[in-house]
């Protein structure tokens, strides 16, 4: 059932199309003035305002555009005994979803209240999922009070409003994804989709049939034609991570879409069009790679349009025992274990730590900690890697914890290596090679 309010002055007139409505079901709420009206509004869920356009205090096409504004998810039908083509105009240009004169509506007002019914009804669920798609990928959902957190989420929520490409810099588990989801939601794309692509995901041949698409009998296997991300991004945003992995011939092809908005997939000789906002992230130098000319320099230069350079977790322990109580919460519920006792050498020996693997690493620490409680945790839960931390208090041999944490993230894979590389963030053919010199 539908919410509509009946704005008008005439309470003759406001009381008898009151009762036709509600006996086409709907619930009627009425008001004798724009004041009263807004005042409705701020109390009740409305979905259709029905107003008269003279209002005693005001003006009821000028009400529809205030309506409009601030609550955009409510549809408005413009009455007037003395209808003019200037106020229909004015009307519909400030969003009312119709004007009727009065005498010839009561044959039009129920179908035209039915359609306005349902457009609001849909634009208020997808204004009730941008809020819910808000609150979990949002900017509010990057813990952190330390500066340099801080310095980089004010920039990303600067570039958000914009339809700017952005380049995302930073160590392996810094977050990346969180903020590229945070600049999305907190664009006017928010409504359209967030695609995101692992660069380092796919072989040379096959990312640029994931990125571009590709027709039917294109190459053995291509048994139909297929979308690839680039379409699944048209008018939302495109995140591209590892963008230093990508095959320098792709990365022309990549630069075409960025510059004029077209592609062609593969296996097709026309180009298509689309409209996307960029997104990219890597934890390589890319000015330095495009100097050496293993990076495009055009590319780098179109990408990197406007920089935000995240902070490793080593730049942020002032942050560590808030993610950490965070993650213990979140893996808690995860585990159906009751949420234990955290102990103060448990977040000093996590302070002490030096984080390669940055808050990718810290999760997964938390995450085996919580499986390992017994009620409270304490420094004897953690990797033994932590011990010499606390014990020694010196700098870890790095590739002696790079070698433990990615033996861990293998067990924890259960041997698969495609989704230990996904947990680690780094390319599948890295993993191979540091297997290899780790001899795992």
Known sequence: MSNVLIIDDEDNLRKLLARVVELEGYAVFQAGTAK????????????????????????????????????????????????????????MKNGAFDYLTKGDHQEKIIPL???????????????????????????DNILGKSKALKEAVLLAQK????????LLLGETGTGKEVFAQAIHYGSPRAARAFVALNCSAFPKDLLESELFGH????????????????????????FLDEIGEMNIDLQAKLLRVLETGEFYRVG???????????????????????????????????????????????????DIALLANFFVTQFSL????????????FIQALEQHVWKGN????????????????????????????????????ALDLASVEKQH???????????????????????????????????
């Open 113 to 139: 209240l039915s359609k306005a019914s349902e457009k609001a009804k849909l634009q208020q669920r997808v204004l009730n999922l941008e809020q819910r798609l808000q609150d979990k990928f949002g900017f």
């Open 406 to 440: 990615i033996k861990k993230m293998l067990e924890h894979a259960g041997g698969n290596k495609t989704q230990t590389a996904k947990l680690l963030g780094i390319g599948l053919t890295t993993l191979y090679q540091k297997i290899k010199d780790y001899e795992l």
């Open 36 to 91: 009263e009206g807004l005042r409705v509004l701020q109390k009740e869920t409305i979905h259709v305002v029905i107003s008269d356009v003279k209002l005693p205090d005001g003006n009821g096409v000028d009400l529809a555009g205030k309506i409009k504004q601030e609550h955009p998810g409510v549809e408005v039908i413009v009455l007037t005994a003395y209808g003019t083509i200037e106020d229909g105009v004015k009307a």
């Open 268 to 318: 097709e000789s026309k180009p298509r069009k689309v409209n996307v906002r960029f997104v990219a992230a890597t934890n390589r130098n890319l000015a330095q790679e495009s100097e050496a000319g293993h990076f495009r320099k055009d590319l780098y230069y179109r990408l990197s349009v406007f920089t935000i350079a995240l902070p490793s977790l080593n730049d942020r322990r002032d």
């Open 159 to 166: 570039v958000a409003a914009t339809d700017t490409s952005v």
């Open 359 to 394: 808050i990718r690493e810290l999760k997964n620490v938390i995450e085996r900690s919580i499986i390992l409680s017994d009620g409270e945790l304490d420094a004897t839960v953690l990797p033994s890697e932590f011990n010499t931390t606390l014990v020694n208090n010196t």
């Open 215 to 238: 027709a039917e009998g294109a190459f053995t296997g291509a048994t139909k034609s297929k979308k690839g991300y680039v379409e699944e991004a048209h008018e939302g945003t495109l």
């Open 334 to 345: 995860k585990t159906n274990k009751r949420e234990p006792v955290v102990k103060p050498a």
